[in-house]
């Protein structure tokens, strides 16, 4: 499968057509066109047995795939994802209608963003990412004329999902755009734009406000039509994965921009009830709602009732949201127990392991992002002997989680000069990421009576 996906992708400018392997439909790939307005190829899914009786909306969801060093690797992982994850094709499957993926490289190294259309991207005058709002509607536009030679006849205007960054570029594509947008279901970005120009005295720069909408686009915002899209907005009550810390997300004028707002003494959790109470206010067509023990991750079932509701447009209308009180959080992560090499009780999985591993039992499967953020201290004597363990691995053996460190030749052997010694093992957040002016909670919190040794 693999060998073919790689060969897929270097046909794509003289293939349209795909096939689709996990999902029940097929994909449709055209490749970037200048003259009309788009520097990027995409892709279009077409549910089976879609219904081309009437006219659908296209779903617009912008292509995730984080940051990577080729057009060719993400042109193949935006199509693995169509192709292999439910959580995005199962959206268009429910509601029976084509959806619009780009293959828009966001580049390693830089803050410059196109997935989530940061203020980076918003100014870029690079052509490959000028207006990478205006060149989704092209493509939109195209995309209309290509399934039009299909016999799929579509409406003018979109719907749009979003998860995270994808979820920001679709909340910033629908306050430009608002008359292109028949409804959007936004998660996981705890900063949604407020449609003022200024609050408190503070000028609300995009992509927090509308304060110089204008004077980038040479349009201003159009609040009234805004006012009239339904949008759902939501977010985890444990969502800590937070772009505010990122220098890659975020400029620091918008940072400082966002605490002004905020408050410099909040949590992404908390910034996102204040956001939250102002959209109540001054939104009325949009559903706001914090998932109790979510984190970040989307809960499809409610994308699908709120845009099935609203695939006409019209007016908002409230949906009951799922209920998630009763599901285990994901954070904190509680670690009981530390194990040295062989000593973890490893019952299905111990061919993945070094005989040097350090292992820690923990509570609950972190998110992905916590992995990501967080950095162990092995401690000996109260001191720090080695610095900046990236938790390597997490792993679920027999219904147990673990969490999985590998250590070098040099810190083995340090830790072995140390005879008859004990270590304990201190988690804390990447120090590029720890800011004074921002509260962010300990997610992993180990007993500093917990210790492992080394033979």
Do not use: C
Not at 25 to 39: C, D, Q, R, V, W
Not at 165 to 171: H, I, R, V
Not at 374 to 399: C, H, P, Q, R, T
């Amino acid at each position: 499968m693999k060998k073919f996906l790689v060969f897929v992708i270097f046909i794509l400018s003289v293939s349209p057509l795909l096939f689709a392997k996990g999902a029940k439909g097929e994909i449709l790939t055209f490749p970037k066109n200048s003259k009309a307005g788009f520097e990027w190829g995409y892709a279009i899914y077409l549910p089976k047995d879609l219904d081309t009786s009437k006219k659908l909306p296209i779903l617009f969801t912008m292509n995730n795939s984080g940051a990577v060093n080729t057009i060719e690797e993400m042109e193949k992982r935006t199509i693995d994802e169509i192709e292999n994850n439910r959580v995005v094709f199962e959206i268009p499957d429910a509601l029976n209608v084509p959806m619009l993926m780009p293959f828009v490289l966001r580049k390693k190294g830089g803050n410059l963003d196109p997935h989530n259309f940061n203020r980076v991207a918003f100014l870029s005058q690079d052509p490959k990412y000028k207006r990478m709002d205006l060149q989704v509607l092209a493509m939109i536009k195209d995309a209309r004329k290509q399934l039009k030679k299909r016999g799929i006849k579509t409406h003018k205007k979109i719907l749009i999902a979003g998860y995270s960054a994808a979820g920001s570029f679709g909340e910033h594509l629908t306050f430009l755009h608002p008359d292109k947008v028949l409804a959007a279901v936004i998660g996981g970005t705890h900063y949604p734009p407020f449609p003022l120009e200024e609050k408190d005295g503070i000028a609300l720069l995009f992509p927090v406000g509308a304060y110089d909408v204008k004077q980038v686009t040479g349009k201003p915002f159009n609040k009234k039509k805004w006012l009239k899209v339904p949008i759902l907005n939501t977010n985890g009550a444990v969502d800590y994965n937070d772009p505010l810390p990122y220098d890659d997300l975020m400029l620091p004028e918008e940072k400082k921009l966002i605490l002004d707002v905020y408050g410099y003494d909040t949590t992404a959790v908390e910034r996102w009830e204040i956001a939250r109470n102002i959209l109540k206010e001054i939104a009325p067509n949009v559903q706001t709602h914090t998932y109790p023990n979510i984190e970040h991750r989307d809960v499809r079932e409610d994308i699908i009732t709120f845009l099935k509701i609203h695939k006409n447009g019209g007016p908002l209308k409230p949906i009951k949201l799922t209920d998630t009180s009763d599901r285990t959080p994901p954070v904190p992560i509680y670690i009981s127990a530390l194990y040295y090499g062989q000593e973890a009780p490893i019952k299905n999985d111990r061919e993945y392991l070094e005989d040097n591993d350090l292992i820690l039992k923990a509570s609950v499967r972190p998110p992905f992002w916590v992995k990501k953020t967080y950095l162990l201290d092995i401690i000996y004597k109260k001191e720090a002997i080695i610095k900046d363990k990236e938790i390597f691995g997490v792993f679920n053996d027999s219904g147990q989680i673990y969490l999985q460190v590998n250590f070098s030749k040099e810190e083995v052997k340090l830790l072995k000069s140390k005879k008859n010694a004990r270590f304990n093992v201190k988690a804390r957040l990447d120090p590029e990421l720890t800011d004074p002016r921002w509260k962010v909670p300990q997610l992993i919190i180990i007993p500093e009576n917990l210790t492992f040794s080394v033979k």
